[in-house]
């Protein structure tokens, strides 16, 4: 048995030293993490030796610069990886504190001495490795700003290159002579093409091939006219009695570029994949096959998108008031360019495959260049031209005033695309209109983008959004505070689409795409200012989280108010603190996880608290005080909400109990605003502390000549009879005092504290009619005057009764 249990132990053991061994062996070492630093390093050095060739084409420096990505991407990993690594460890040498100066004696033990003899080392090796991988991050950079400056002279000196104009007769001479030889290589290429149909297409695959041809002809019509007439749009034609909605006029246009564009382009693809599966393209003629189904996919999709955004022939469908004329034109000219300038590629791609001569080539350029210059300037004038009545003479259809600088960009580019192709700059003129036509796509595009971010985030979270009224009914959130969100929301999608167009507008224009994203990269996943790392997507994925945890809190607060609370039994005021106390903590956790997530630890935060301190003692203890009587009053409750209070010559209901002050209502509807602190160390006056119970007091004066026995029976009835007034306590009569004039009495009687002044009013109504008809006089107040010493007269006295001034009689002044 003991044999047993001893070979168990000696497996455990063995079992311990293997996995030891291997956790030893798997972990890794200062050094052997710098094998990025190695890798990265031998890549870097054959792409400095790559550039330094001159013959280096676009395509080739754009290879170069990708290269550099996964490099700069991994060196980034490792400072990422090891600068905490390297700050731990520099925080356990701090933490042993300075070596012992042996001059003076100092001495320490010798474990203390050897963890930092180990941790000064490892503290080395890893700031070694920080400062090779930055060093090469350095060279990454300097490399990736050679590329681009390499690029940005290789684009400028393509496009600025200059040519034989096409005014000269020299030119179209040499056309005239290469003509013939061009004519004949594109004939052979056509019978080429011929014999291999004829010889690799079967009869089922012709017959598969115009089978669909012919039911694309067939549906394309009917899905045109089921656009037309589909349950968002109306017939061809304007009607100006349906005013659909912003958002359908959105989705009427998305719809129609998905419909008239986007299947017609499927179709023509489908086409060009099956010529290629049935091997019927000989080698030359696959790109002149390609360069039409794409033409004419471009010239669909450029016709469904301009057309979803203007809407020619539906006025109402329009996204934004233009007239018919302009809509129309404007379209036309859309269409028109796409179509010159589809049809200049597939010529380029046909003298491509037939080796067309050079000036052959440098004529089709330029003249295509100046038809779509030409066609351009025309749709500018039939959009914009200015129509006078011959009858009274104004001015009809007049541009609005919105339309002055595309007008102005228009004419400018037509006139440049026309200068450059006529003087010999033709690739600058094949840019220019390569750049219309990516600018014109942009527009589109966004002008759709933004009316659907308008309608849902801007409208659709707003307070009169489905939405927002779905946030409004789980937050509780006031309208003020979600319309405010949906503009936020709106402005921050709207910069995203500026920024994103911003950098598909200039990449063509010779800047590094990959350069300016990765600067916007750097700047939204952080830089550094000072030695400060700042990160903007550190920033905004904090005040989202902070943003979502309000948003939570709130919806437990509204869950709290709607659903249990009022299940609870509980007062108004209870339920208030509660409410309100879980919304502090609420704050308080979101806040955490938003500090937590900008990188601001415990540690961090205590460090700027007691900064803050000093400016919180002299400048900030009121709002401190407040804040704290406010928790006081919450967890108290001296005061609640509802509860009507008197406060120095104040009076009303509290309505809210913030974190500063609380909001009383007088009775008068006015907002009173006190500081909290005043709530706990001044002296404030609660009707309804305790209970809501509330004591009237009515005084009587009544003739001497009355039975005190009588008034008191009257007085009593008169209150017992009234419904809001308790009949425990019950009502009490006093007889107080015998008066100058008359007997005092007082009625006390007790009812709820929101009908002691309506109670009171009713009972001073039924006691002035009883006492009436009881015929139980009130008397008039009386002063007893006596006046001694009165020349000419003796001593005499007089009594004098104070009485209301007796109404003058009809008819006299």
Known sequence: MLSRWMARFGALLL???????????????????????????????????????????????????????????????????????????????????PAPDASKGQTESADVAKDRAEQQKLWQESDETLRLARALALRIEQQRDAISERRRANFARAILAQGPSILSPLLWLDVSQAVPQDFAAFTFLMRQWAETIFANLDWYELLLLVGLALGALAGLPKARLWIQTGSFAIEDGPDETLEPRRFDRALAGLRRVLL???????????????????????????????????????????????????????????????????????????RDIAAIVAFGKMTEALQSAIVASLPLTIVTKGVFALIVAGRLVQGLRAAFRTEIDEKTGEVQDRASSHWILPRIAGWSVATAVGVAALFGYVALAGFLVEQVIWLLILVLIATLLLVFIDELVGAGLSSRGKLGRRVREATGLAAGSLDQMSVLGTGLARLVLYVSLAMLALAPWGVDSSTLFGN????????????????????????????????????????????????????????????????????????????????????????????????????????????????????????????????????????????????????????????????????????????????????INVDYQSDPDEVQRLLRDAALAHREVMSEPAPVVI?????????????????????????????????FRRLRDAKIEVPYPTRRLEITNMPGAGAGSFIATERPPEPAAKGTT
């Open 520 to 699: 916007l990269r750097a700047a939204f996943f952080g830089f550094q200012v000072g030695g400060v790392t700042i990160s903007l997507s550190t920033i905004a994925l904090a005040l989202m989280l902070f943003l979502i945890g309000i948003l939570v809190t709130k919806a437990i607060q509204n869950w709290l108010d709607t659903h249990y609370l009022p299940h609870t039994g509980l007062d108004i005021g209870l339920r208030n603190s509660i409410r309100t106390i879980f919304g502090y903590v609420g704050f308080i956790i979101a806040a955490s996880l938003a500090l937590g997530q900008a990188g601001f630890s415990l540690d961090k935060i205590t460090i700027v608290a007691g900064a803050l301190s000093l400016g919180i003692g002299f400048g900030l203890q009121s709002i401190v005080g407040n804040f704290v009587s406010g928790l006081i009053l919450l967890w108290e409750r001296p005061i609640r909400v509802g509860d009507w209070i008197v406060v120095g010559d104040e009076q009303g209901t509290v309505k809210r109990i913030n974190v500063r002050a609380t909001e009383i209502q007088t009775f008068d509807r006015a907002s009173l605003i006190i500081p909290n602190s005043e709530f706990i160390s001044g002296r404030v006056k609660n009707w309804m502390h305790a209970d809501r119970t509330g004591r009237i007091i009515i005084p």
């Open 15 to 97: 079992f311990v030293s293997v996995c030891g061994a291997a956790a030893v062996a798997q972990a890794p070492t200062p050094r052997e993490g710098r094998a990025p630093i190695e890798t990265g390093r031998l890549e870097l050095t054959q792409i400095e030796a790559a550039l330094q060739r001159d013959s280096l084409d676009d395509k080739r420096l754009a290879d170069l610069r990708a290269r550099l990505d996964p490099i700069a991407q991994a060196i980034e990993e490792l400072i990422q990886r090891e600068q905490p690594r390297a700050d731990e460890i520099k925080a356990r040498i701090e933490r042993l504190g």
């Open 735 to 767: 007889f107080k005092n015998l008066g100058e004039s008359g007997l005092d009495f007082e009625l006390r009687c007790f009812c709820d504290v929101d009908s002691m002044a309506t109670t009171r009013s009713e009972l001073l109504f039924d006691i």
């Open 260 to 334: 008239s564009a986007v299947a017609p382009a499927a179709l023509l693809y489908l086409l060009l994949w099956m010529f290629r599966s049935f091997g019927i393209l000989p080698g030359r003629a696959d790109p002149v096959l390609e360069s039409i189904t794409n033409g004419i996919a471009f010239v669909l999709g450029m016709s469904g998108l301009a057309a979803g955004v203007l809407s020619p022939f539906r006025a109402n469908w329009r996204l934004f008031d233009v007239s018919d004329r302009v809509a129309v034109s404007l379209w036309r000219t859309v």
